[in-house]
């Protein structure tokens, strides 16, 4: 019989109400382990990928480029430059003497052919090793071609994903301050939302509303003008904590910059960020305005989402979702359905998110970083979950088990940030939690 | 357009991949792997690569797919991997308990200069390696070739590590599956039981990557060939390699190893493809050709002569791999279509050849190229010189297909947006049937909602 946990786990996986224990995270995964993250490669290039006139190369052997051609479904509105998949396909002989040369060649036909307003250009593992000066080189063409050429150092055995939205919020930072336009008095940037199934253009729509300008979006929909104009808002608006958190605090301690750490999942969630804006603006405008919306938006939604939970109560969800922020409001999300949580786990989580999933959920529910398919299986199973919330690897094995599926990641189809998102949630859910076809796996 | 940025006029690139028309050599071994009983393949090296290779397969299949990762950190690229490799090895014995582990590398073990036989060796002998239990391993750095290469290492291994002599003879066949769906596998052995052919397939991925859903999750699902299966290979009559580029080292291995002799033979993919395997296995085996596979093949005659007005001259573009573009191109001409562009990322002089060989008399104009810079740029560049009526390749075809308004039929890998791949063949004649159905609905379904309103008709 294949043993339940790792040993050397055990301090990764606690039970709510059952101890006083924090969990251990941020741990590097076992040797030997069938573990469900990604590499720092992974982690800056779906952060910097939907910015979308910007030329992405990667420069390494084939298979990372391809891996991550067109993978997130982060919209833009206008160019589409970024969904193409350009690579320097490194050969034997470029192991052996360096990559260098075919960086440089393919770095100026790219952007000679394509006059991009700046480039990202990716390390992967094996130029880690093979020792290629990527700075050098995106210095020197950087000068000849006159627009900003920037290394994104992400060799993928120096941590995790989440080290990789760290090095992503670096490349950043050396745009941001390169331009010096003038802005609207109140000017937001909105950090750390990527424009999935369009749900950047549903918060859009919602500051239009209430009056806000916003200034640069980062990345979602994002362009490297706006960026580099990005210290002149007022305010830096931060979602999902795990990717843009490095960002917001680099460009306060630069540029004064407050930031603000909100969740657009969720009603409540939605409207705090709203009010917590206008807040910021002391203005008395921008809160009527955020009121108004909130109950133009609770009034259109109320009466859905209430059979939407008459229908679902009882539901129980297990979550294993990338970072444990994002699972914070997915349990409150889940609440307002009426589904209980039961499982939740993330493979890059903090200590300070886990604690507080810890006081928000119910006694024994299970809580647990960096997992693999048999634990998940395990305790789903032992929790009597109804509906699992994931990312591509765990879908199939919900379906295998009979368990309703959500994407919750790169791959949903419907927005579900804002209060529409939050319809299209309780949509999805209901759903899968009550498809006909569970009632035959039996 | 989403491919805007796609010129007409063919530029010159000397270092310049653009939308690859292959992936790496990881991905192959890890597919191939997953087609032994009871196999949790292992990636040595960083976890990015398998999460990566793990969620390409997922995606395509829709199926769980497991393997584990040697979690490489910065300090494992500086002193080798050996301690996580025995790490791991032990770690997955004790926790997942497969009864085969497969090691693959990637890029950075290989570059590092990991010597993973030692490595296994070392396991083996210091006892990390439990009674009854087995680690292979193959080198796959993706440096060189591309993921079918990836695939046709991790079979050869297969031969290497297991292949044996015994005394007593066997009357079986071995089939050495190139790389195919798990619906084209299956559909390959049901055509050797109907001979009455007793065979022994490697790799086997049907009742792998195409499982029941049964409200459990087999971590080791029930197909695959089993180790005694593999072992047993060395007593085999004959060899079949099906796809040189895939199939052809093991095959030659096995001879050298065992003095099984082979033969190499395209995919069965359509009507001469597919008679060259039923002979091939009735010479091999010494058994005649059932009325039942016969009728198949008249069937298929039957469907192509009732449709051959719609399908003649119709230009066609296809990329992928060469053990299937190869006997698709024939299949393609045998129906009296035009397949004018092909590109392959996987390299090899032997794409060239074959493909010279079919088109050179038949469609002098075509033009195919495969390696380096071979890729979806100049596929579509091809298509905006002189456009084409029909693309056949994996879902990246997607684009083109959109921006240029051309039927996709989706064929190879990866297909990440339509489904049936794993569960209905494009082998033997039946696929071929198969095969035939989606071409034809893909190219009238468009005639039909495109034509000029007075031309459209009820009868085709
Ligand atoms: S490093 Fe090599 S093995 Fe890993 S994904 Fe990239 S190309 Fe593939
Ligand atoms: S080689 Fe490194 S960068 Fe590329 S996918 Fe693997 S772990 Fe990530």
């Keep these: ?442 | 357009m989403l491919l805007r940025h796609t010129t007409d006029k063919i530029i010159e690139r000397e270092a310049l991949t653009i939308n690859p028309a292959k992936t790496c050599q990881p991905v192959g071994a890890m597919y191939a792997a997953l087609g032994i009983h009871g196999c949790l393949p292992h990636s040595h090296g960083s976890q990015g690569c398998c999460s990566y290779h793990r969620s390409a397969l997922t995606r395509h299949y829709k199926e769980p797919v497991m393997a584990a990762t040697s979690s490489f950190t910065e300090g494992t690229s500086v002193f080798g991997g050996q301690a996580n490799l025995l790490q791991a090895i032990e770690t997955i014995f004790t926790v997942y308990n497969p009864d085969v582990i497969a090691v693959h590398t990637t890029c950075l073990s290989e570059t590092i200069g990991d010597d993973v036989n030692q490595i296994c060796q070392k396991a083996r002998t210091e006892g990390y390696v439990p009674e009854g239990k087995f680690v292979i391993h193959c080198n796959t750095p993706s440096y060189v070739g591309s993921h079918v290469t990836g695939y046709a290492n991790m079979v050869t291994s297969m031969v290497k590590h297991f292949a044996t002599v015994s005394t007593t003879p066997k009357n079986q066949i071995n089939l050495v599956a190139g790389w195919c769906e798990p619906s084209d596998m299956r559909e390959m052995k049901r055509i050797s039981t109907q001979m009455g052919i007793k065979t022994v397939m490697f790799p086997d991925t049907s009742d792998v990557l195409d499982t029941p859903l049964t409200g459990k999750h087999e971590f080791y699902p029930s197909g695959g060939v089993t180790i005694p299966e593999l072992v047993s290979t060395g007593d085999s009559k004959f060899t079949l390699a099906l796809g040189s580029y895939s199939s052809e080292d093991a095959a030659t291995l096995l001879e050298t190893k065992c003095k099984v002799k082979f033969s190499v033979l395209d995919l069965p993919i359509g009507l001469q493809a597919t008679d060259k395997y039923v002979m091939a296995l009735s010479r091999a085996s010494k058994m005649p050709v059932p009325d039942s596979i016969t009728a198949d093949r008249g069937r298929l005659v039957d469907m192509i002569a009732d449709m051959h007005q719609y399908l003649y001259n119709k230009r066609v573009a296809l990329f992928g791999d060469p053990d299937t573009l190869v006997p698709l191109t024939e299949f393609l001409l045998s129906m009296d279509m035009k397949p004018v562009y092909i590109v392959s990322g996987t390299p090899g002089k032997k794409f060239e050849t074959a493909m010279t060989n079919l088109l050179l008399k038949k469609v002098p104009e075509a033009k195919f190229k495969n390696g380096q810079r071979a890729d979806m740029f100049l596929l579509h560049q091809w298509i905006k010189q002189e456009p084409v009526d029909l693309l056949i390749g994996n879902s990246y075809g997607k684009y083109i297909a959109r921006d240029e308004n051309i039927p996709l039929v989706r064929v190879g890998f990866p297909i990440l947006d339509r489904i049936g791949h794993s569960h209905f063949p494009i082998v033997g004649y039946q696929g071929g049937m198969g095969l035939i159905i989606k071409i034809l609905n893909a190219i009238l379904d468009k005639e039909d909602r495109e034509c000029a309103e007075e031309k459209v008709e009820l009868t085709m």
């Design chain 1, 1 to 442: 019989m294949m043993s339940e946990f790792l040993t050397g786990r055990e301090k990764q996986i606690v039970r709510s109400g059952t101890t006083s224990e924090a969990i251990l995270c941020a741990k590097p995964s076992l040797a030997g382990s069938v573990s469900q993250r990604a590499c720092v490669f992974c982690g800056s290039r779906v952060v910097l990928y939907p910015i979308s006139d910007a030329l992405h190369l990667i420069h390494g052997p084939i298979g990372c480029a391809v891996y991550t051609w067109d993978i997130r479904g982060a919209l833009s509105s206008g160019p589409e430059l970024h969904r193409n998949s350009f690579s320097t396909d490194l050969q034997e002989k470029d192991v052996v003497f360096g990559g260098e040369k075919k960086l440089y060649a393919s770095l100026i036909e790219l952007i000679d052919r394509y006059k991009p307003k700046a480039a990202f250009v990716y390390s992967t593992c094996l130029v880690g090793v093979i020792g290629d000066d990527l700075e050098a080189v995106c210095k020197k063409v950087g000068l000849e071609k006159s627009i900003p050429v920037i290394p994104v150092q992400a060799p993928g055995f120096n941590g995790t994903k989440k080290d990789g939205y760290k090095v992503a919020c670096e490349a950043l930072a050396t745009l941001v301050g390169t331009s010096d336009r003038e802005i609207p008095k109140f000017s937001i940037n909105i950090l750390g939302d990527f424009n999935i199934a369009g749900e950047l253009w549903l918060l859009l729509d919602y500051y239009r509303r209430m009056g806000i300008h916003v200034n640069a979006t980062i990345t979602g929909d994002g362009r490297v003008d706006a960026i580099r104009n990005a210290h002149k808002a007022s305010l830096n608006v931060v979602q999902c904590s795990g990717s843009m958190m490095y960002l917001a605090k680099l460009m306060q301690e630069k540029y004064g910059v407050p930031f603000m750490r909100v969740s657009y999942f969720g009603l409540e969630d939605m409207s705090e960020a709203l009010y917590g804006v206008a807040k910021f603006f002391k203005d008395k405008d921008l809160m009527i305005k955020a009121s108004e919306i909130v109950k133009e938006e609770f009034l259109r939604i109320m009466p859905v989402i209430k059979e939407y939970k008459e229908k679902l109560q009882g539901k129980k969800a297990a979550i294993y979702v990338g970072g444990s922020f994002k699972a914070i409001s997915l349990i409150k999300a889940l609440r307002l359905i009426g589904v209980q949580t039961v499982v939740v786990g993330s493979q890059t989580g903090t200590s300070e998110d886990y604690e507080l999933i810890q006081q928000l959920c119910d006694e024994g529910t299970i809580i647990v970083d960096d997992s693999n398919p048999i634990e998940l299986s395990t305790f789903v199973k032992e929790k009597k979950a109804d509906i699992f919330i994931g990312g591509v690897k765990e879908r199939p094995i919900a379906y295998k088990l009979g368990l309703g599926f959500c994407d919750h990641n790169h791959e949903r189809k419907e927005a579900l940030a804002g209060y529409e998102g939050m319809l299209n949630f309780a949509k999805e859910i209901y759903a899968t939690a009550m498809s006909p076809v569970w009632q035959f796996t039996r």
